[in-house]
């Protein structure tokens, strides 16, 4: 039982190139999350998805996208990387509405040049 | 006014020691708080829910003050493996982007 699996681990991006995280859970949970952390900032929604099928936006959704790929897969796309996209990205999920007692990833730290 | 507010630290203190952690949060109308722990380069763990009775695990003990609006971590006799950035999680609403997270206290725990 792998928990909540990120990759990759690390990355580093020129600005205006593309790539996509991979987030995949094991737990059979509904819910799906992705999360970005700064430095000196609390963590912060970028989308969610409460089931397969369905997506929403989060707080700071823009310059991102996202894909519910089935129960077990969500990921997340940046079409064109700036450098204020420069984070750590953490997938959590959870079996009810919201991630609290849930379960992150290890996390995807990412660098855009 | 930041939503949910911490103070950053970090708080160095002797093994064995006492110490607590304050939480402020902006929306009386939120509805259930939590503390993670978060380990360098880690991800974010789960360390208790906050009830309104207030609840211990262990050495941890959580506190909820509604009418000041904030939570409170306290940890007795504190290891060296309590060094890590706590992080307080108010959720503030009925759907994922109402959970708002603090930007977390730093705890260094000396020998």
Redesign the interface.
Known sequence: NAGVTQTPKFQVLKTGQSMTLQCAQDMNHN?M?W?RQDP??????IY?S?SEGTT????VPNGYNVSRLNKREFSLRLESAAPSQTSVY?CASSGG?????GY????TRLTVT | RKE?EQD?GPFNVPEGATVAFNCTYSNSASQ?F?WYRQDC??????LM?VYSSGNEDGRFTAQLNRASQYISLLIRDSKLSDSATY?C?V?MG????K??????TRLSIRP
Do not use: W
Not at chain 1, 97 to 101: D, K, R
């Open positions: 819910s999350y999360y000196g900032m609390g963590l912060r929604l969610y409460a929403d936006k989060g707080e953490f509405g919201v991630p609290l007692q992150f990833g290890p996390g | 949910v950053p259930s939590f380069r880690k991800e974010p763990k789960l829910s992080l999680v959720n009925s759907s994922a982007s959970i708002i997270f603090g930007s977390g």
